[in-house]
């Protein structure tokens, strides 16, 4: 399960991505933050309305001099493409976002297919978020760091980066200094000494 901070983040770093799937909290968390934020332009928005209507002028008529229009345009695409990842997950179609033009109850439909659980199982795009295939192997020797084994069928994503950011600013072991002067040494002798001797 993805926390709020987590889940928005993937809501804007996969604000392009539709070949794949988000958990019920990938979709909601980044709905409740988007909303709020809506609640919060819209309240400014109103605002200024009546600031202006007070002082007894026309309040602006360019829909760009307002919040509510500006935060709409900047959540489109990433809203579309975020509940299209969440259709995935529950085993249907992208496609199902066009009941929202059936009118009076495609926005119901549409809340209640969003709100399914996930399938538990592959399906035609991917893995549930969080799991790893059964038949997955590490790469990397039993002793190598976690950051070193790459996992066959893993696709990376941009929280795989912020994992990579955390562990480089780690202080290393004292088997992992030891695990790395012996792989320099095995590379000295290997390439270098060879060349010297030759």
Known sequence: MYGPISAFESYLFNALT??????????WWP???????????????????M????????????PFSYWTPLLSLLTLVPNI?????????????????????????????????LSLPSEPRENAWGQPRGQVR?????????????????????????????AVLLQAEAEPSPEEIARRKQEVHEYFKRNVSRRASA
């Open 31 to 49: 709905a409740l933050i988007v909303g709020l934020a809506m609640i919060a332009a819209g309240v400014a928005d109103a605002m200024t309305v």
């Open 51 to 62: 600031r202006v209507s007070e002082a007894g002028g026309l309040p602006p008529l360019n």
């Open 134 to 162: 059964p038949h997955a192997r590490d790469d990397a020797e039993p002793g190598a760091p976690t950051s070193a084994r790459r996992t066959r069928g893993h696709r990376p994503s941009a929280l795989d980066s912020y």
């Open 81 to 113: 493409t975020c509940g299209i990842r969440r259709l995935h997950d529950t085993g249907r179609s992208g496609l199902w976002v066009l009941v929202m033009l059936v009118p009076m109850v495609g926005g119901l439909i549409y809340i209640l297919l």
């Open 18 to 27: 539709l070949n794949a799937r988000a958990t019920r909290s990938e979709y």
